[in-house]
């Protein structure tokens, strides 16, 4: 990689926007903060990416993949806590309209004027708290100057009125996970599951934030991957599933911040072991330990170095609702980190409130004993794993003065694009002949005849294309082509025939 520099955030931007990765939702329209839509190659990365976390966490954990409705019943949101606590604090300027997450404004302010313990707090305050402190300061609304007054609670589930009379309430999910809970008993008894084992979901969720931002990296609508592993919190085992748990996975070193290391504000990296982890009570579990050095094995798969992600526990007053014990992946993205998964000890909240929302006995049987399992959840998200790994993979090639994005095989858009050298008949009609090869093989590659085979390989190189397939008058003389490499711009002739 000799000449290659890593690009900054901004690039990754303007790479997106001229080559259709992704883009503002109903643009005609003018852009909605919150929505964005991927091209043809970005929904090509996602899908893979996706399709890298089902082989890991369900086929090849043993684990069941369910996919049930965007559109929840009120009582499903009532009973899991999300219509009392899935709420942000507002401030709403009684002049101009304009919208502040008070606790963020505080944070920020007390941030601005170096007092670091005092944006720690804010954290913990009560609605009442936060106002008396935003009227003791007199913060002053960003836009029209007007003093800000008053706290308000913004519950960020997306409501609707279901059925042509509305006397239904429905929301639309702001986690993939209640879906798996209300169907867990039901797939245990019908599909012989054993504890521990676990049920994945992938999908959309929707959540009204108040203030979108950074592309992809807040969204009103995105997706999840999500994996539920229910146990018996008073039986140890050594399998998930029935299958042996190698557990020296779990020697794993990896970047990690504890609780205690986030005093006043800094937060102190540490290289340690799961292992470590797990006994110093910063990872609440073995089995959360376990899932956390397969997501390890996932993010190396997918590209990320190790420098580029770590793994911090959430302070208390930080915490879910439902959470005994929280730990986020983050990855680095421009100068910021960001979290894109989090892990979390639910212990029995959901199933127990489901239990007591429906009068319906969720418990089930495991070892000749009733147990109300425990959780472990492992959710990721989707379109933050997509903006990081582009992130980290793009790089700035100074010899071929063009951007390059180098992606793993099993995450690129394409394996290969195949260029004919020429407009040439003859050319063009051995390139369709060598793509419907390609196609029988099972690889589908990226066609292009349009524009100077320079331009073509420019364009490969920075959509993530990892080689170019390039027939030319050689190639109808011999059979051979010219396989071109992304990560060198390196050139060698094969036979066609052997392409794999």
Same mark, same amino acid.
């Given at each position: 990689?000799?000449?290659?520099? =890593?690009?900054d955030?901004?690039?990754?931007?303007n790479?997106?926007?001229?080559r259709?990765?992704?883009?503002?939702?109903?643009?005609i329209y003018?852009?909605?903060?919150?929505?964005?839509d991927?091209?043809?190659i970005? #929904?090509?990365?996602?899908?893979? !990416?996706e399709?890298a976390?089902?082989?890991?966490f369900i086929e090849r954990?043993?684990?069941l993949?369910?996919?049930?409705?965007?559109?929840?019943?009120e009582?499903?949101?009532?009973?899991?806590g999300?219509?009392k606590?899935f @709420?942000?604090?507002?401030?709403?300027c009684s002049?101009?309209?304009a919208?502040?997450?008070t606790?963020k404004?505080?944070e920020a302010?007390?941030?601005k004027?170096g007092k670091?313990?005092?944006?720690?707090?804010v954290k913990?305050?009560?609605a009442?708290?936060?106002?008396?402190?935003?009227?003791?300061?007199?913060?002053? /609304?960003?836009k /029209?100057g007007s @003093?800000?007054k008053?706290?308000?609670?913004?519950n960020?589930?997306l409501? &609707? %009125?279901?059925g042509?009379?509305?006397?239904?309430?429905?929301?639309?999910?702001?986690?993939t996970?209640?879906?798996?809970?209300?169907n867990f008993?039901?797939?245990?008894? #019908?599909y +012989?599951?054993?504890?521990?084992g *676990?049920i994945?979901?992938a999908?959309?969720?929707?959540?009204?934030?108040?203030?979108?931002?950074?592309?992809?990296?807040r969204?009103r609508?995105f &997706?999840?991957?999500?994996l539920?592993l229910?146990?018996?919190p008073e039986?140890?085992?050594?399998? #998930?599933?029935?299958?042996?748990?190698?557990w020296?996975?779990?020697?794993?070193?990896?970047?990690f911040?504890s609780?205690?290391?986030? %005093?006043?504000?800094?937060?102190k990296? &540490?290289?340690?072991? !799961?292992?470590e982890?797990v006994s110093?009570?910063?990872?609440?579990?073995? $089995?959360?330990?376990?899932?956390?050095?397969e997501e390890v094995?996932f993010?190396?798969e997918?590209?990320f170095?190790?420098?580029?992600?770590?793994?911090r526990q959430?302070l208390?007053?930080?915490?879910?609702?439902?959470?005994?014990?929280? #730990?986020?992946l983050?990855?680095? !993205? *421009?100068n910021?980190?960001?979290e894109?998964a *989090?892990?979390?000890?639910?212990t029995d909240?959901?199933?127990?409130?489901?239990?007591s929302?429906?009068?319906q006995?969720m418990?089930?049987?495991?070892?000749d004993k009733?147990?109300?399992?425990?959780?472990v959840?492992?959710?990721l998200g989707l379109?933050?794993?997509?903006?990081g790994?582009?992130h980290?993979s793009?790089y700035?090639?100074? =010899?071929?003065?063009?951007?390059?994005?180098?992606?793993?095989?099993?995450?690129?858009?394409?394996?290969?694009?195949?260029?004919?050298?020429?407009?040439?008949?003859?050319?063009?009609?051995?390139?369709?002949? !060598?793509?419907? $090869?390609?196609?029988?093989k +099972?690889?589908?590659p990226y066609?292009?005849?349009?524009g &100077?085979i *320079?331009k073509?390989y420019?364009k490969?190189d920075?959509? +993530?294309?990892?080689?170019?397939? @390039?027939?030319?008058y050689d190639?109808?003389?011999? +059979?051979?082509?010219t396989?071109r %490499?992304?990560?060198d711009g390196s050139?060698t002739?094969?036979?066609f025939?052997?392409?794999?």
């Amino acid at each position: 990689m000799d000449g290659m520099k =890593k690009q900054d955030l901004d690039a990754l931007v303007n790479l997106c926007s001229r080559r259709g990765i992704v883009m503002p939702a109903f643009g005609i329209y003018g852009e909605l903060s919150g929505f964005y839509d991927y091209g043809p190659i970005g #929904v090509r990365i996602k899908h893979n !990416i996706e399709s890298a976390w089902r082989r890991r966490f369900i086929e090849r954990m043993g684990n069941l993949e369910i996919e049930s409705t965007i559109v929840g019943h009120e009582k499903v949101y009532d009973a899991s806590g999300h219509l009392k606590t899935f @709420t942000d604090p507002i401030t709403t300027c009684s002049n101009c309209k304009a919208v502040y997450r008070t606790d963020k404004l505080l944070e920020a302010y007390f941030s601005k004027n170096g007092k670091k313990e005092e944006a720690d707090k804010v954290k913990s305050y009560s609605a009442e708290k936060l106002s008396e402190e935003l009227e003791r300061l007199g913060l002053k /609304c960003e836009k /029209c100057g007007s @003093t800000l007054k008053g706290v308000t609670t913004f519950n960020l589930m997306l409501s &609707s %009125k279901i059925g042509p009379l509305g006397l239904i309430t429905g929301y639309l999910r702001p986690e993939t996970a209640q879906g798996i809970f209300v169907n867990f008993k039901y797939l245990y008894r #019908v599909y +012989g599951m054993k504890l521990p084992g *676990g049920i994945g979901q992938a999908g959309k969720v929707f959540r009204n934030e108040i203030s979108p931002r950074q592309i992809l990296i807040r969204l009103r609508e995105f &997706s999840q991957m999500e994996l539920e592993l229910f146990f018996d919190p008073e039986r140890d085992s050594d399998s #998930v599933n029935g299958i042996a748990v190698d557990w020296s996975s779990l020697e794993t070193k990896i970047n990690f911040i504890s609780e205690k290391d986030q %005093k006043g504000g800094e937060a102190k990296v &540490s290289r340690m072991s !799961i292992a470590e982890c797990v006994s110093e009570g910063y990872i609440p579990n073995r $089995l959360m330990g376990y899932a956390i050095a397969e997501e390890v094995v996932f993010l190396k798969e997918l590209g990320f170095k190790e420098d580029e992600f770590r793994f911090r526990q959430l302070l208390k007053d930080e915490l879910p609702h439902y959470s005994r014990g929280n #730990v986020d992946l983050e990855v680095s !993205i *421009g100068n910021s980190w960001e979290e894109a998964a *989090g892990n979390a000890y639910r212990t029995d909240f959901d199933l127990k409130s489901h239990q007591s929302m429906s009068n319906q006995d969720m418990s089930v049987v495991d070892m000749d004993k009733k147990v109300l399992p425990h959780v472990v959840e492992v959710s990721l998200g989707l379109d933050r794993l997509f903006w990081g790994l582009l992130h980290n993979s793009l790089y700035r090639d100074g =010899k071929r003065d063009w951007d390059v994005l180098l992606l793993a095989d099993d995450i690129a858009p394409y394996k290969y694009a195949l260029f004919p050298l020429q407009k040439d008949d003859k050319i063009i009609a051995k390139s369709v002949e !060598i793509g419907n $090869l390609l196609k029988s093989k +099972g690889i589908y590659p990226y066609y292009s005849a349009s524009g &100077s085979i *320079g331009k073509r390989y420019a364009k490969a190189d920075e959509v +993530g294309i990892p080689m170019a397939i @390039t027939v030319d008058y050689d190639t109808l003389e011999n +059979g051979t082509v010219t396989i071109r %490499k992304a990560l060198d711009g390196s050139q060698t002739r094969v036979k066609f025939e052997d392409i794999r």
